[in-house]
């Protein structure tokens, strides 16, 4: 079902991309958005990781480099990676008090697992494992893919949307200042439905790494008491130096959840994750 969801609202962004790109220029105008936003998210599909794991200051974790992180968490990571067949990814640290994580990499074998110092302070093994199966059921997912792919078409839209507005008609005649009024309202609408739709596909995603972690794990409650204190931990120690670009990729939004961000917010609301999770429970530990 959460795979329907993302191909629907996948579609969702192409249409809208499709309609910009008719009132920018017809065909030529969409071809150029599309190439230019294709560019800009090839450099960033392949380099992603590695540029948010330097935003970040994140070290390496190995037997050689903080060998008292790399003997708790390799062992969890690696019973899980068994499990999901997956290979076994990169673990990092981030120096950081507040409690979060996040996966990045652009396939199962390009792949990293970070943490903050403050997760690994704040989780008892059973919550750390919850954390680290949500974390790899986005690479199992291959969401970083997707997240591309869903920041390309929105990419495109937003460079179509100031094209529109920007080299569309400016004439006299009613035609020309109508197509102008278009432009203006593509310049500002837009870009507001690629956000919302681009946010829409990372929540979507969001529900089904959750929904791995408590296959994986056998038990929903690791999850479920990590995400509490995920909840009460940024809370009180938002990452007040993250970047919005990469917001997304972290368990938690790291920024806390008040006014407009709960709107505007790329994770659903822990209450109704919370909520999915314990509707699992029954099937999961019968």
Known sequence: MNGLKTAILLGLLSAVLLLGG???G????LEIGLAI????NFFSYFFAEKLALAMYSAQRVTPEENPEVYARVFPLVQNLTHKMGLPMPKLWLIPEDSPNAFATGR???????AFTEGILRTMND???EGVVAHE???VLHRDILLSSIAATIASAITFIARMA???GPRGDSDDERGSAWGGLLMLILAPIAAALIQMAISRTREFSADEASAKYTGNPDYLINALRKLEVGIARDPMTDASPSTAHMFILNPFGRGGLMKLFSTHPSTEERIARLESMRHAILQ
């Open 136 to 138: 790899l059921g986005h």
């Open 22 to 24: 008719e009132m920018a």
């Open 107 to 113: 396939n199962p074998t390009h792949a990293s697992v």
């Open 37 to 40: 936003a294709l560019a800009m």
């Open 26 to 29: 017809g065909r030529s105008g």
């Open 126 to 128: 059973r919550e750390l």
């Open 165 to 167: 507005f920007w080299f």
